[in-house]
Structure formats: C-alpha cells, structure tokens
C-alpha cells in the first residue's frame, strides 16, 4: 500500500485541474500542505491522515459510522466542521475530498 503522503499527492493531482483549486495556503503552519479552493483550505494531510472541512452533520455522520474520528488542531477541543479518514480506499478518499470541495467552494 502506497504512503499517505503519496496517496494525497494522487488526490492532489486528480482534483488541482478544477477551477479556483491549488495547493498550499502560502503560508506557514496549519494548512500550509493543503488543498486549497479560491484560497480556503478544503483537504489536507495532518499526521499521515487526511482531514477534510465538511458541514457539522456530515462530520458527525462520518464519526458516528466509523469512516472518520473528530480533527483536533492541537488545542485540545475538536474543530466541528472537521473530520479525520484515515485507512480508507483511495476511491473513498476521493470523494469526501471532492464533497469537501464542494462544501468549501460554495460558501
């Protein structure tokens, strides 16, 4: 199995032809690896795990099936609009990344 930074390199490349997307925030620290759309972090990899921005419900949903677990940025209190997806098939990682754009880029 390929690492988890070369899948979200093959997730990167898959999604960065889309309008308004890139990578990196330009700025150092949190995010500085990301997806981005028109400048707002979407996907990113946090510790060898991807973590996307998604609506409150979803993240629940995600946590409450199993597919994903609460995203902490290391202050000690989960951030709501963020999930963690770990061992999952690239295909699935694919499209929460792309439910995810879709979430960030229609705010």
């Known amino acids: 199995m390929r690492s988890p930074e ?4 093959a997730l990167a490349a898959g999604l960065s032809g889309r309008p308004g997307v890139g990578e990196g925030t330009g700025r150092r620290g949190f995010g ?9 972090i979407f996907a990113m990899l946090s510790g060898g795990r991807l973590v996307l921005k998604l609506p409150r419900d979803r993240v629940a949903e995600l946590v409450g099936s199993g597919e994903g677990s609460p995203f902490d940025a290391g202050k ?3 951030m709501k609009e963020w999930v963690v997806v770990g061992e999952l098939p690239d295909r699935r990682w694919r499209e929460l990344a792309e ?5 960030v880029g229609g705010r």
């Open 32 to 40: 500085s690896d990301a997806l981005v759309v028109d400048g707002h």
């Open 99 to 103: 439910e995810a754009l879709t979430f």
């Open 76 to 78: 000690g209190k989960p």
């Open 6 to 9: 070369k899948r979200f390199e």
